[in-house]
């Protein structure tokens, strides 16, 4: 059986992982751990634990537990002093709180959730993104460069501070991967930061797994804005320190009244100037648009998209390029 394992976190990984869970392969996914915004941010500063939300939403996408677990792990409280919190979050708080160690707080929640893949933490130290910007600006904290949606500079370099080392689990994985997938999501938040933990850009370097990169739909404001595919694919790749294999790059219509909402957010769809010269063959342009728009909760003060990739749609091309 062919090992897959997917990089990153956030509503991305949410979405690869949902689609290819039903494929005949042993699935694994390693987890940034560097959210510092929403729910996560609070628990980690209040009460001094390592951010839940990533781990939180890859444990779901991965449940193959009733409806109704899955419904409360996602759950976002509307009022009162937990207002804004998920219920996730908080349970894989109070679990860390109780277990001798983190790895118990994940099987104690693989077990409730039924999980059928491995969530593995990409690090268990404690650590901040840093991002510095060609004009010189250095900003802290995941949320702060998530949310800087006004900048026009470009980000020259990101880093941890402190540097951390990677949970050995996270290594031997890659090590052992047929495939590797990155994306879809944030460029700079959610894909590159499991490549700054000491140990993962060089175990990405010596994998003999192949790396399937799935391209955003749209760019994102203060971190690749007006970023073309090859622009997206040029700074990943100065991370990883070696080329991507295959690249899934949408070819579908996006309704006009969602490419004006994105452009009020001073984004836009990523201009495709891919061929077959640049990247040895290796792009898949397929229709890969979620045609249903996401609806934001009351409870949820952060900044989200509307729009998604169709995980169904994901999981037929990644079948099709791992050949089972």
């Known amino acids: 059986m062919k090992k897959i394992t997917v990089l990153g976190g956030g509503t991305g990984t ?23 915004g929403g729910s996560t941010g609070r628990l980690r500063d209040q009460l001094g ?46 679990l860390e709180k109780v277990s001798q160690n983190y790895d118990q707080v994940l099987d104690t929640a693989s077990y409730v959730l039924k999980t059928s893949g491995m969530v593995i933490p990409v690090t268990f130290e404690k650590t901040t ?10 900003l802290k904290g995941e949320t702060y460069i998530d949310e800087n949606h006004a900048e026009i500079s470009k980000i020259k370099r990101t880093f941890l ?58 760019t994102k404001s203060g971190q690749t804005s007006n970023y073309t595919a090859q622009d997206h694919i040029k700074d990943l790749e100065s991370y990883l320190g070696r080329k991507l294999d295959h690249i899934i790059i949408n070819n579908g219509k996006i309704p006009e009244d969602i490419i004006q909402w994105y452009i009020t957010h001073n984004e836009k769809p990523v201009i495709n100037d891919l061929d077959k010269a640049c990247c040895n063959g290796a792009v898949v342009e397929k229709d890969v648009v979620d045609n249903v728009s996401i609806v934001k909760g009351r409870a949820d003060v952060l900044t989200r998209s509307i729009l998604r990739h169709d995980s169904q749609k994901l999981a037929d091309i990644i079948r099709t390029l791992i050949n089972i």
């Open 161 to 218: 501070e402190p540097s951390v080392s990677a949970n050995p689990k996270a290594i031997t994985r890659i090590k052992d991967s047929n495939y590797l997938i990155m994306g879809p999501g944030d460029l700079y938040t959610s894909i590159i930061p499991t490549l700054l933990v000491d140990g993962m850009r060089e175990a990405v370097i010596h994998t003999k797994a192949k790396i399937i990169y799935v391209m955003n739909l749209m």
């Open 14 to 36: 949410f979405v690869v992982l949902s689609g290819i869970k039903r494929l005949p392969i042993d699935l694994g996914v390693i987890v940034t751990m560097m959210d510092s």
């Open 129 to 138: 993104l840093c991002a510095q910007y060609e004009n010189g600006k250095l």
């Open 49 to 94: 634990v390592l951010p839940p939300g990533d781990l939180r939403q890859c444990l779901v996408a991965l449940s193959e537990a009733p409806e109704l677990w899955r419904k409360l792990f996602l759950y976002r409280f509307e009022r009162g002093d937990f207002k804004g919190h998920n219920f996730g979050n908080i349970f894989l708080s109070a």
